[in-house]
């Protein structure tokens, strides 16, 4: 365990030597970027190669595959939202049967307590 009190020391281990850059960092993000850049750059390059024909059939194939991934998304957010909303019934049903629990357990103290007052105002 590093000492904060130490010199230099610190109690996040991974700040000591932060200001140490060899250069990882950088060489991971270009290979990323890298990596982003080809896999965007070469179907472009295909489809401008080709005849109007098959450009058109690649984009009725590339839309048609869109829309597919936007109505799977939209299924699973409509799932998610009746999930949500189905807990939210049943924690609002839990708090109002608390709350009529409370409201029984004051009328029940209420009542005690005008007995009690009336034995009181009796004696």
Known sequence: MIDPTEKH????PKQNGATENNGADYRSFRLVCGMIWKALVW?????????????TANATAILA????????ANVGMLVEMRRSGDQQHRDTLAAVG?????????????????????ITVAQ
Do not use: N
């Open 98 to 118: 608390k709350t009529d629990e409370t409201i029984k357990a004051l009328h029940d103290q209420a009542r005690i307590m005008s007995d009690q007052f009336s």
């Open 43 to 55: 179907p472009y390059r295909r489809w401008r190669g080709g005849d109007h024909h098959r450009r």
């Open 9 to 12: 020391g610190c109690a996040e």
């Open 65 to 72: 595959v869109a829309t597919l991934f936007l109505a799977l």
